[in-house]
């Protein structure tokens, strides 16, 4: 079971993509969580302490995470208005 706001977000907006070697490099993924917060009406942590959280949980530099869900749709959205 989830037991914080950081474990929530990548059990709800990333999934392990074990067939790649990349994953979201730290601006997306810092943005996705933004989104995620935004999306689930949570007020979000400032990026030092993302990361710091982070640490204990992935690598950020080597995480083969993607993104998945309402969250990732908004970024997306978000990111690149011109696809809108």
Known sequence: MANSQFDLFLQEATYLDD?????????????LYTSWCFINQRSPGAE???W???KHRINPRHNRL??????????I????????
């Open 19 to 31: 067939s790649t070697e990349h994953g979201l490099n730290r601006d997306r993924l810092f943005g």
């Open 48 to 50: 030092p302490q993302f």
């Open 52 to 54: 710091s959280a982070m």
């Open 66 to 75: 993607r993104m998945k869900g309402p969250a990732a749709a908004d970024y």
């Open 77 to 84: 959205v978000a990111s690149y208005p011109g696809l809108v």
